[in-house]
DNA sequence: TATTGTTATACTCTATAACTATA
DNA sequence: TATAGTTATAGAGTATAACAATA
């Protein structure tokens, strides 16, 4: 039942994918630089240090990956880079607890200037005070609605 | 010489990143269910759809992706897929000419219902007329600062 | 000499399905 | 039976470097 979008709408959206993955790109590749992580890898760390410092993989997943075994292999490479530690989750057998070291914290403390840099330049050099509120409560609305749609794994559309 | 962000400016890139990445992801979804293309895939269609038909490699590259391989890789999805061809290009020897067939064209008219349902499901549901008027004139300064910014192909901080 | 594009190659990310173990 | 996580594997995307041809 749906139409075109309206130009306006059509423009603003393009361009927001736009502006989003060309931030990203440079964003992945300060990160890189400085750190030797990914844009996946800074969220989960992030995500870590914000918290106790301890999590579950499967809040650990929630918003950043889509997929178990894209985890499970993600947090096998900040293990082996010494940047979180696994072990089992006293609370539930089942689950697996993953631990950000003072190595994690020291890189992210290593890569946030310039990806602060990167944002600045790239993003908010270009708004104003009251820009940046407007996006804000847009993109906090927006996100929590992406949230709550639907289960989150929607089914792909298998046979069967 | 850059400090913290403010927690307002951080709270809007992380929700902007977060929305995005959930849309983008979505969007792949659609497009890969609908039409068996990806987004940049998509976008390199469209961009010759809405141009005269043809473009060549460089011109069809500007914006969509970052190195020149990955073009040639795409490109050739497509003409294996019967939606774009490539031949010579009169003016310049050196050039590709790339042309986007019938098909393509159906392609891209049979993913954008689907493609447009998706971006009003999950975002234009959750704006405003005002909202999109502001969010689309400020993506577009993004946008354009962004493609002025450095050179296009930073320098990726080589050894020697 | 600079630019356009391709090739070959290698690496990363992601996803599916099958599996183990706990709840 | 459902959930948490891992493994194996396969597929797609992307980038680097070396190369050929034209400007």
Chains 1, 2 share one sequence.
Do not use: W
């Not at 292999?73 to 089992?88: D, I, N, S």
């Not at 006293?90 to 914290?105: C, E, H, K, N, S």
């Amino acid at each position: 039942m749906a139409d075109a979008l309206k130009p306006e709408q059509l423009g603003a959206y393009f361009a927001l994918m736009e502006s989003v993955n060309l931030l990203h790109h440079s964003v992945e590749q300060q990160l890189q630089a400085d750190g030797g992580i990914s844009y996946v890898q800074f969220q989960l760390l992030a995500r870590l240090a914000h918290s106790t410092g301890e999590l579950t993989m499967t809040d650990l997943a929630d918003g950043v990956v889509y997929s178990r075994s894209g985890l499970t292999h993600q947090a096998g490479l900040l293990e082996k880079a010494g940047l979180v530690t696994r072990g089992p989750c006293p609370d539930d057998q089942r689950a697996t607890l993953v631990t950000i070291t003072d190595a994690g914290r020291a890189v992210v403390g290593k890569v946030m200037p310039g990806h602060v840099e990167v944002a600045r330049r790239m993003l908010f050099s270009q708004l104003s005070e009251k820009d940046v509120a407007a996006l804000g409560k847009m993109m906090t609305r927006v996100r929590d609605h992406m949230r709550a749609q639907p289960p989150r794994s929607a089914a792909p559309r298998k046979r069967v």
